[in-house]
């Protein structure tokens, strides 16, 4: 039996969670001070996943820069080709929380989002 140590990256606690793994399946998490930990780890183990952030350029508004976001978490192998379809990207002002600045990156079924309102100038 194998044993991988992750620091729990869920929640504020940062836990060392051991999970036990028998011919590639996980057979227990342990080391969790809430659910959340063993969840964690039973993914980050089999489909690692992760929210990106970045900016994008703004075209007329009060601001340059529009930060932005994954809504959802995507496969880990693909943060670097989301990083590349955002960059170069231009959207125009007005922009509000949660506006889709593009959809399904890289086909991932995921949008990205703005995280701050940006008005004209």
Known sequence: MKKRTLTCISCPLGCQVTAEINKGEIVSVTGNTCK??????????TNPTRIVTSTVEVIGGESSRLPVKTRTDIPKSMIFDCILALKGLKVKAPLKVGDVVLENVCGTGVDIIATKTIKTF
Do not use: C, S
Request: charged share 50%.
């Open 36 to 45: 959340r930990g063993d969840v964690y780890a039973r993914k980050e183990l």
